[in-house]
């Protein structure tokens, strides 16, 4: 039942975009040296995200303002969501930082803030990649090497760490062991004894919101798991009320799946259509300037799906001298 585009990015975001589940990993994971250097009545979220849409389908990012030392500085969490360690996250950290610090000097001015960049990983592997961007260049004679940028971001592989070492707030703790288990085999044994921390939320506004996530996460992501099995783990660890909560939640993701493939279809029609009619368009003016010559490429371009390429190509016709100036273009 794979009803949200990416539930860990949402999970994540949920639960490390409020305020205190952020304190408390920062307070239990952060080593004594940079917790002393951080206001955590300062700690502040921003909306920005750095990822680009290509890779969101396998990472997500979270960004927190905060004092540092009585200096404005930022916290960048990362959080990777294969299931297997990237080498290059550091090359890619370094582009996200860049953009924080170009965010940074349009509302501002220099020196350019510290920014702590935080890596959560919770792949079914151990993370074994070097945790340095100096790494990657492959070289270390000094001559070199002062030439070379170089940062270290910190680690938080979840794989490391057994359950009773995950610490924090339980909307943290319940978050981090999903993670931690969900490209297990035994992920779906794993789930009633995780929903059992969840009892101290039901009293709490908040925490039945934050129940009703981890539900639709479970949905997400449990290979052939019915509303039906999960409505009974979760009466047997927290109570009948929130079963039914479980059904309920289940309909309604069926109906945003529903909907989502009806709208999706709307928009493959429409780009379809365009693209159709930019075929049309292209055949007739191929037709009127270079006439039987130009006729040998419609095959080609009638193959072509993707429609800023095909407005490309009108536009070229337009332009080009000859059939062999239009081919230059094609085949570029």
Request: proline share 3%; charged share 25%.
């Amino acid at each position: 039942m794979e009803f949200t585009p990416n539930p860990h990015d949402r999970l994540f975001k949920e639960t490390l975009s409020h305020k205190e589940n952020a304190r408390s990993f920062l307070e239990h994971y952060l080593s004594d040296y940079l917790l002393s250097s951080i206001d955590m009545n300062s700690l502040e979220v921003c909306k920005e995200t750095f990822i680009q849409k290509e890779l969101r389908e396998y990472f997500s990012d979270l960004l927190y303002k905060a004092d540092l030392s009585g200096m404005p500085g930022y916290l960048y969490f990362l959080f990777e969501h294969k299931s297997h360690s990237e080498t290059r996250v550091s090359l890619q950290l370094l582009g996200y930082m860049q953009n924080i610090w170009n965010l940074h000097l349009k509302q501002g001015a220099l020196p350019l803030p510290v920014v702590i960049p935080i890596v959560l990983y919770h792949g079914g592997e151990n993370w074994t990649g070097r945790n340095d961007l100096l790494h990657l260049f492959g070289r270390t004679e000094k001559q070199f090497v002062i030439h070379i940028p170089d940062f270290q971001y910190i680690l938080y592989d979840l794989s490391r760490y057994p359950d009773e070492e995950i610490r924090g707030t339980v909307m943290f703790r319940v978050a981090m062991l999903l993670f931690k288990y969900v490209f297990h085999p035994d992920y779906h044994e794993r789930l009633p004894s995780i929903f059992a921390l969840l009892r101290s939320l039901l009293e709490k506004e908040t925490g039945m919101q934050y129940i009703e996530t981890i539900i639709r996460y479970v949905l997400s992501t449990v290979e052939n798991m019915e509303a039906e099995d999960l409505k009974t783990m979760v009466e047997q660890t927290l109570s009948p009320e929130e079963g039914g909560l479980v059904m309920t939640l289940a309909e309604k993701l069926r109906t945003e799946g529903m909907e989502q493939g009806i709208q999706q279809g709307i928009e493959r029609g429409i780009e379809q259509g365009i693209q159709q009619g930019l075929l049309e368009g292209i055949t007739a003016l191929i037709e009127i300037k270079f006439g039987q010559s130009g006729r040998k490429l419609l095959l080609k371009i009638g193959k072509i799906e993707d429609t800023a390429r095909l407005r490309q190509i009108k536009e070229a016709i337009k332009v080009s001298k000859d059939v062999q100036d239009l081919e230059k273009v094609l085949y570029h």
